[in-house]
């Protein structure tokens, strides 16, 4: 059996087996202890009853036979009839009997006595075993709470031969995995920010080689149609090249935890209202209509140039899937606990088996329309908000619009 290559349990077994030994000796010296009491206290009641019968000239001789002789069955029935008549019976009360009365106080203090200290003795053991038990597990549980909040050197003490260590030995193997996991991620992710940032480094120098080009042949007014439609063409395809290397660069540092954001208490209506001056003119360009309302008290702990990035994607994506006509609405809530910015609009909505899956990066939608998007402007705004302790979510109903919210517990973002 397992439990038996425990070293505690064999202390314990050992302990109580030494307990129980003990109890069945003192048992035999209570049996013997008792026997020779009611020896005594026999030969004492019998000594009198001889006594008294010869004090009233019973012959000693049939005395002495009365105890010494044999008995049989019909002696001990005429006896039974002779004292039962005089009350003397076996159901008389032990009260009326002052030699047994006498003996079964004696010997039941004895014996509880002996049931006390014995009772005492296996809990002393048994709760000495649980409250060594209980020390172990919450200074584990101490420990690795503070693994948790970041002493990933910490380890828990298994050194003794014993269940509970050789459990703790399975715990600290586990959290030397999961250390070596962190550093392997760690490192994969600072490589992944530094190959993506090299990479845009390199491309910077190309990317602005072209878009000068592209300029300077937008200037030289050629009056073909043709190369005039290429060049407005590559124009918009060198920007989009040029803000997913910056998107894919700051997802990056985000993932890699390289971003520390600058929080300051900022009033939200006028950061919305920031937000929004992006938008206004492409906003009339396609008749579409921006509103905002934000109590100017309403108040929140954030950086500005990130959280902008998150909300500017948000809005961007608003204005993709809606059509001319239709409205946008950012308006701003707080209770005791939290903060929220709400961005509704009433546009094409989402597709019910893709509201589970639009944060994920580079997903796109079967059923989407939008060939420029790559899919990263969600996957970048709710990184920006956990960032910052907040979480983003979607609420959306095809044909009727969505309501993304962003939520920020106020402590998280203290």
């Known amino acids: 059996m397992q439990i038996l290559n425990d070293k505690n349990v064999k202390i314990h077994a050992i302990i109580i087996v030494s307990i129980l030994l003990v109890l069945i000796f003192i048992n035999q010296i209570t049996v013997m202890l008792m026997v020779n009491g009611y020896k005594e206290t026999m030969f004492a009641h019998d000594n009198a009853v001889a006594g008294y019968l010869s004090r009233n000239g019973i012959d000693n001789h049939q005395i002495i036979l009365a105890f010494t002789s044999q008995k049989t069955d019909k002696d001990a029935e005429a006896g039974s009839v002779l004292l039962a008549a005089s009350g003397y019976k076996q159901s008389i009360k032990n009260s009326l009997l002052p030699e047994t009365e ?9 014996v509880l006595v002996f049931s006390v200290l014995f009772s005492l003795v296996l809990l002393t053991v048994f709760f000495s075993f649980e409250l060594k038990c209980d020390k172990k597990l919450k200074n584990a549980g101490e420990k690795i709470r503070r693994f948790m909040d970041g002493n990933t050197a910490i380890r828990l003490e298994d050194s003794k031969e014993d269940n509970l260590s050789r459990f703790f030995a399975d715990v600290n193997t586990m959290a030397t995995s999961l250390n070596s996991h962190i550093e392997k991620e760690k490192h994969s992710r600072e490589f992944l920010v530094d190959t993506i940032s090299d990479i845009s480094h390199q491309l910077k120098t190309p990317l602005t080689a072209l878009q000068m080009y592209n300029e300077i042949i937008m200037d030289e007014k050629t009056g073909n149609e ?6 407005f063409k590559s124009k918009r395809e060198l920007s989009r090249m040029e803000n997913l290397i910056q998107n894919l660069l700051k997802l990056a540092k985000l993932d890699a935890g390289a971003i520390e954001p600058e929080k300051k ?11 929004l001056g992006a938008f206004i003119t492409r906003a009339e360009m396609e008749g579409k209509s921006i509103n905002l309302q934000c109590d100017n008290s309403t108040s929140l702990c954030f950086d500005e140039v990130w959280l902008g990035e998150a909300v500017c994607n948000i809005i961007k994506n608003a204005l993709d899937h809606t059509d001319a006509g239709d409205q946008i609405e950012i308006t701003c809530a707080e209770t005791v606990i939290s903060t929220e910015i709400i961005v509704r609009d009433n ?3 989402i597709y019910q088996e893709d509201i589970h899956y639009i944060f994920k990066r580079f997903y796109r939608s079967r059923y989407s329309k939008d060939r420029q998007g790559v899919g990263i402007g969600l996957a970048l705004a709710k990184a920006i908000v956990e960032q910052h302790g907040g979480t983003i979510t979607v609420q959306s109903e095809l044909g009727r619009g969505s309501a993304f919210h962003f939520i920020f517990p106020k402590l998280s973002t203290l």
């Not at 003996?103 to 039941?108: A, D, E, G, N, R």
């Not at 043709?226 to 060049?231: A, D, L, S, Y």
């Not at 208490?265 to 937000?275: G, M, Q, S, V």
Request: hydrophobic share 30%.
């Open 102 to 110: 006498k003996l079964h106080q004696k010997y039941s203090l004895t």
């Open 226 to 231: 043709v190369v005039e439609n290429f060049t």
């Open 265 to 275: 208490l900022h009033r939200l209506n006028d950061f919305l209202e920031k937000c």
């Open 347 to 349: 546009g094409t909505g």
